[in-house]
């Protein structure tokens, strides 16, 4: 839940959650990414995909239409970028789906207000116009959790430095938010599982530099195994714990 009405239906700061998947797409192994993204989306938890090509890349290969998929299934924004613009690219995304997900939850207070064919569309232009600041302001002030999922198969091997310094100009460009920010980095396919974790939850990655160059590529792409082993490192309520049996998911206790 990322807003909750309080009395007379005011609008309170919660928490936004994100996975950031980025892969070059072509998931060969295990579940149907888009339905593991569809089943996420239904905890509260946004999933937006940046598609990767090489630069000197002249043809977009077929496996990245799945980028949009899994993207459209998570509720949240897809891109598919040259890796020379992935920086820009991540910080861009982040931003467009809080504000995406934001104006969602403010559409269904608004629905609840004004009935359910009224949506914030439909709103005179000066109250459309209060409704964005409030969705701006929420924007920045609320509390954000970004999980990123860094494919590490064998195609991403020369991408992997351009990531590390996307998420490093990620956690700067977040930093002057008002708002809380938490992130934590996975790689797969993993060494035992199908995620290994690489940082955990911490409010800056900016001393990630230490653990790129450890990174090793495998072969394998299990992008939908391992996009169900991320949502359970979000695992605070009863109703993801209950979705999980020790035989389908791994979920690693955050701090261990």
């Known amino acids: 839940m990322i807003i909750a009405k309080e009395e007379g239906s005011k609008l309170r700061r919660g928490t936004l959650k994100q996975i950031l998947l980025i892969t070059d797409g072509c998931s060969n192994q295990g579940e149907d990414p888009a339905a593991v993204s569809s089943l996420i989306r239904e905890q509260g938890i946004t999933v937006n995909v940046i598609g990767v090509l090489e630069d000197d890349q002249?043809?977009?290969?077929?496996?990245?239409?799945?980028?949009?998929?899994?993207?459209?299934?998570?509720?949240?924004?897809?891109?598919?970028?040259?890796?020379?613009?992935?920086?820009?690219?991540?910080?861009?995304?982040?931003?467009?789906?809080?504000?995406?997900?934001?104006?969602?939850?403010?559409?269904?207070?608004?629905?609840?207000?004004?009935?359910?064919?009224?949506?914030?569309?439909?709103?005179?232009?000066?109250?459309?116009?209060?409704?964005?600041?409030?969705?701006?302001?929420?924007?920045?002030?609320?509390?954000?959790?970004?999980?990123?999922?860094?494919?590490?198969?064998?195609?991403?091997?020369?991408?992997?430095?351009?990531?590390?310094?996307?998420?490093?100009?990620?956690?700067?460009?977040?930093?002057?938010?008002?708002?809380k920010n938490r992130f934590a980095i996975f790689s797969f396919p993993g060494k035992k599982r199908h995620i290994s974790r690489l940082l955990s939850w911490t409010p800056s990655i900016q001393n990630i530099s230490s653990i790129f160059p450890k990174l090793t590529s495998g072969g394998i792409t299990p992008t939908g195994p391992a996009l169900k082993e991320a949502l359970f490192q979000f695992a605070r309520t009863p109703e993801i714990k209950e979705r999980r049996t020790s035989d389908e998911i791994y979920y690693e206790e955050p701090g261990h």
């Open 58 to 179: 002249s043809e977009q290969p077929e496996g990245l239409q799945e980028v949009e998929e899994i993207a459209s299934a998570g509720g949240g924004v897809s891109r598919i970028v040259f890796a020379k613009a992935l920086s820009q690219t991540v910080q861009m995304v982040t931003r467009q789906a809080m504000t995406q997900t934001i104006q969602g939850v403010v559409n269904q207070e608004l629905q609840e207000i004004l009935g359910s064919e009224k949506s914030m569309d439909d709103l005179p232009p000066e109250k459309r116009g209060e409704v964005m600041e409030v969705v701006e302001e929420l924007g920045e002030t609320c509390d954000l959790e970004v999980l990123v999922l860094v494919d590490t198969s064998a195609s991403m091997t020369k991408k992997l430095p351009t990531v590390k310094e996307a998420l490093e100009d990620l956690s700067l460009s977040l930093g002057a938010r008002p708002g």
